[in-house]
């Protein structure tokens, strides 16, 4: 099976999520389960089904979250030298189109979050991040539009 590169606290995240699932909401789930048994009738039992939907999101997160902690590749940024755009990076790069600068972390596809501008390396922007230096421009051809990019700064933490 392939490695899944990921920073450390995106790691961390995903663990916290997995002991969360496994401490709080399979057993409230269980005892979510056998309240609603006591209510009679299953085949009209409202609680109970949605109960049991419930345990079948959970248990298949907690498999998907155990399948992604044993096959990561846990990457501590702070000791990646280089000059170049890698994997963990956060880069600044200047946005020609809309004279804005903006900050990117390139990790992993399971911690990509745009929002907080952490973005999967297997994503377009991420893509054509990769193995640049700064002064380098970038295009992008992302699907909405295409998206030109000055890198700035690189640096790892």
């Given at each position: 099976m392939?490695?899944?590169p990921m920073?450390?606290?995106g790691f961390r995240k995903m663990k916290e999520e997995l002991e969360r699932l496994l401490r709080v909401e399979r057993p409230k789930n269980i005892k979510d389960i056998e309240e609603a048994r006591s209510h009679g009738d299953l085949s009209e039992n409202a609680e109970y089904h949605a109960a049991k939907e419930r345990q079948s999101f959970v248990e298949g997160r907690i498999?998907?979250?155990q399948?992604?902690?044993a096959l990561a590749q846990v990457i501590d940024t702070s000791k990646i030298k280089s000059d170049r755009v890698t994997f963990g990076a956060k880069v600044?790069?200047?946005d020609l189109g809309t004279d804005e600068e903006r900050l990117f972390q390139l990790v992993g596809p399971d911690e990509a979050d745009a929002g907080s501008g952490r973005i999967s390396i297997t994503s377009p922007v991420g893509r054509g991040l990769m193995s640049k230096e700064v002064g380098d421009t970038v295009v992008v051809n992302a699907p909405a539009k295409t998206i030109e990019y000055e890198i700035i700064e690189i640096s790892f933490e």
């Open positions: 392939k490695r899944i920073t450390e606290q498999q998907e979250l399948s992604k902690t600044k790069v200047y």
